[in-house]
């Protein structure tokens, strides 16, 4: 399996922008970049993904180096709510089985 | 749309007994998966299930842990017997294999301490 290497953790201001990256430089043409993050006492939610092109949803955005070997999280304004376990995964769509395995992950902290 | 729904949500029970959780994925996910969260690493898949069928078992401790998942909706995860190395959040995942590329939808896990 591919993988990905995070920072262990980040801090952010609130309602400051947070990016959060991602470095995948064996990533393989079929793989999609999918991010979850684990709130505290919870199982870990979708974000967002991409396999190309940036992305943007209503939770974040996702920014796709040209050659694919990083990526970039971005939370526009971070809010307290936003302290989580920011997994970047690795998802093969040429697999099938569609598999997430996860790493450790970058733990944000928002400073209020 | 409903979420992943898991019960118990806390448990604790002491080493050598058994211990069962219980899983029911979003209504028409076909796939179910289940991972184990130990404190401070990512979770860890341990069974993937395809309807009623199984598709990878490969990290499942088949001598303590077993799962099944009957008529392809609810599935159970059992240890027996549970050792000390097992407390962890086990998490219960699903996803609609028509939106293969697509987010899985977790449950907020069972919490097993085992004493």
């Known amino acids: 399996d591919a993988k990905t290497t995070q920072p262990n953790s980040m801090e952010s201001n609130e309602e400051e922008p947070v990016h959060l990256p991602c470095n995948h430089s064996t990533i393989s043409g079929t793989d999609y970049i999918h991010w979850y993050r684990q709130l505290p006492s919870q199982g870990p939610e979708y974000v967002i993904h991409?396999?190309?092109s940036n992305v943007n949803n209503r939770m974040a955005s996702l920014a796709i180096a040209e050659d694919r070997k990083s990526s970039t999280l971005i939370l526009h304004r971070a809010t307290l709510r936003d302290a989580a376990v920011y997994y970047c995964?690795?998802?093969?769509?040429?697999?099938?089985?569609?598999?997430?395995?996860f790493g450790k992950g970058t733990k944000l902290s928002v400073i209020p | 749309e409903a979420g992943v729904a898991q019960s118990p949500r806390y448990k604790i029970i002491e080493k050598r007994q058994s211990v069962a959780f219980w899983c029911n994925p979003i209504s028409g996910h076909a796939t179910l998966y289940w991972y184990q969260q130990i404190l401070g690493q990512g979770p860890k898949l341990l069974i993937q299930f395809q309807n009623n069928g199984v598709v990878d078992d490969s990290q499942l401790p088949k001598d303590r842990f077993s799962a099944e998942r009957l008529k392809g909706v609810d599935s159970t995860l059992k240890i027996q017997p549970a050792k000390l190395e097992d407390s962890a959040v086990y998490l219960c995942?699903?996803?609609?294999?028509?939106?293969?590329?697509?987010?899985?939808?977790f449950g907020s896990g069972t919490r097993l301490t085992v004493v």
């Open positions: 995942a699903s996803r609609n294999i028509r939106q293969a590329k697509y987010g899985y939808t």
């Open positions: 991409g396999l190309t």
């Open positions: 995964i690795l998802l093969d769509s040429g697999a099938g089985s569609y598999q997430l395995t």
